[in-house]
């Protein structure tokens, strides 16, 4: 039990990464990425192909984290003139790429049988008996540090840049702000953590394989920022885990009501999601937690106006 537990608490790791990444370009900056699930097999491949090929484990994630930012930020130059339904077709179909190369391009990720054996970092080092726990430890850092990271972004002028273009790039525009350099760098941000996300992964199973990266991975990540509050790090965390205690909590259905097949599991496991996900809009339409927003400082003695000498 406490082996399944920390499993999952290790794929709640990842989930929340992805959904971090889709908070930077969507909840923060506007831009829908439907090919998010793209963005995390390009990250898993390339660090799984580097790390067979003999790189050390932090190489390949250096170096996974830079092919997806670049790809992120070719993507928003390529569509950047385009609306934000035209921009959903582009990542989406950028996702659908992906998928199709990893599915037949065998001689370099193995097409539909996948890469198996992939190295995972220091084992040696910390054993067999202790690595899950310590892999744990490990995301769970990463996520903090990612997590603090993106809190100083929302808080800074780049942060409130990102914002105001989501809500009026016009506006914004016409205010000095570059809203194609804000854009590339909301893309490619996301696009870094996205790779991060795929190399846990990677690593986590020591295997991978175009089924990890279905549509559906890119769906959780919407629902776990739509439930944790668009903009919200803090909420999206939330939201995730939420989500993720749906999804295995339904999977012991089956022993409470045993006439049900595992067909009919996994088609009860997205209703109840859905269920909870319309539960949530109808009620909490903000979502579970608000994004954070600078607030103008209130009047004081010390700065309130003059007196105008009138009674």
Same mark, same amino acid.
């Given at each position: 039990?406490?082996?399944?537990?920390?499993?999952?608490?290790?794929?709640?790791?990842?989930?929340?990464?992805?959904?971090?990444? @889709?908070?930077?370009?969507?909840?923060?900056?506007?831009? $829908?990425?439907?090919?998010?699930?793209?963005?995390?097999?390009?990250?898993?491949?390339?660090?799984?192909?580097?790390?067979?090929?003999?790189?050390?484990?932090?190489?390949?994630?250096?170096?996974?984290?830079? $092919?997806?930012?670049?790809?992120?930020?070719?993507?928003?130059?390529?569509?950047? &003139?385009?609306?934000?339904?035209?921009?959903?077709?582009?990542?989406?179909?950028?996702?659908?790429?992906? &998928?199709?190369?990893?599915?037949?391009?065998?001689?370099?990720?193995?097409?539909?049988?996948?890469?198996?054996?992939?190295? /995972?970092?220091?084992?040696?080092?910390?054993?067999?008996?202790?690595?899950?726990?310590?892999?744990?430890?490990?995301?769970?850092? =990463?996520?903090?540090?990612?997590?603090?990271?993106?809190?100083?972004?929302?808080?800074?002028?780049?942060? *409130?840049?990102?914002?105001?273009?989501?809500?009026?790039? @016009?506006?914004?525009?016409?205010?000095?702000?570059? $809203?194609?350099?804000? /854009?590339?760098?909301?893309?490619?941000?996301?696009?870094?953590?996205?790779?991060?996300?795929?190399?846990?992964? *990677?690593?986590?199973?020591?295997?991978?394989?175009?089924?990890?990266?279905?549509?559906?991975?890119?769906?959780?990540?919407?629902?776990?920022?739509?439930?944790?509050? /668009?903009?919200?790090?803090?909420?999206?965390?939330?939201?995730?885990?939420?989500?993720?205690?749906?999804?295995?909590?339904?999977?012991?259905?089956?022993?409470?009501?045993?006439?049900?097949?595992?067909?009919? =599991?996994?088609?009860? &496991?997205?209703?109840?999601?859905?269920?909870?996900?319309?539960?949530?809009?109808?009620? /909490?339409?903000?979502?579970?937690?608000?994004?954070?927003?600078?607030?103008?400082?209130?009047?004081?003695?010390?700065?309130?106006?003059?007196?105008?000498?009138?009674?």
């Amino acid at each position: 039990m406490i082996a399944y537990l920390v499993t999952i608490a290790t794929l709640v790791s990842i989930a929340v990464l992805i959904a971090m990444a @889709l908070n930077v370009q969507w909840g923060m900056c506007g831009m $829908v990425n439907f090919g998010l699930a793209g963005f995390v097999a390009l990250g898993a491949y390339t660090t799984a192909i580097l790390t067979l090929a003999g790189w050390p484990a932090l190489f390949a994630v250096a170096a996974s984290v830079v $092919v997806c930012a670049v790809m992120g930020g070719l993507l928003s130059l390529i569509s950047m &003139r385009l609306s934000e339904d035209y921009l959903a077709i582009v990542t989406l179909g950028f996702g659908e790429i992906v &998928r199709l190369v990893t599915l037949n391009e065998g001689w370099l990720t193995g097409g539909a049988l996948g890469l198996p054996g992939i190295p /995972r970092p220091l084992v040696e080092t910390i054993g067999s008996e202790n690595y899950e726990t310590a892999f744990l430890a490990g995301a769970v850092l =990463i996520v903090a540090i990612v997590y603090f990271g993106l809190e100083r972004l929302t808080r800074s002028p780049v942060g *409130a840049a990102l914002r105001a273009v989501r809500d009026d790039d @016009l506006v914004a525009s016409s205010l000095g702000r570059n $809203v194609l350099l804000l /854009r590339v760098k909301a893309f490619a941000l996301g696009g870094g953590i996205t790779a991060i996300a795929g190399s846990l992964q *990677a690593f986590q199973f020591s295997y991978i394989d175009p089924s990890q990266f279905t549509a559906i991975m890119t769906a959780y990540a919407f629902m776990a920022v739509i439930a944790g509050g /668009r903009g919200s790090h803090r909420g999206l965390i939330l939201g995730a885990c939420s989500i993720m205690f749906l999804l295995e909590a339904s999977r012991f259905l089956k022993d409470v009501i045993e006439v049900l097949d595992n067909a009919q =599991i996994a088609a009860i &496991r997205l209703i109840l999601i859905g269920a909870g996900l319309i539960l949530l809009l109808i009620f /909490r339409p903000q979502g579970l937690m608000r994004e954070y927003r600078l607030s103008a400082p209130r009047a004081t003695a010390a700065t309130a106006p003059p007196p105008t000498g009138k009674e």
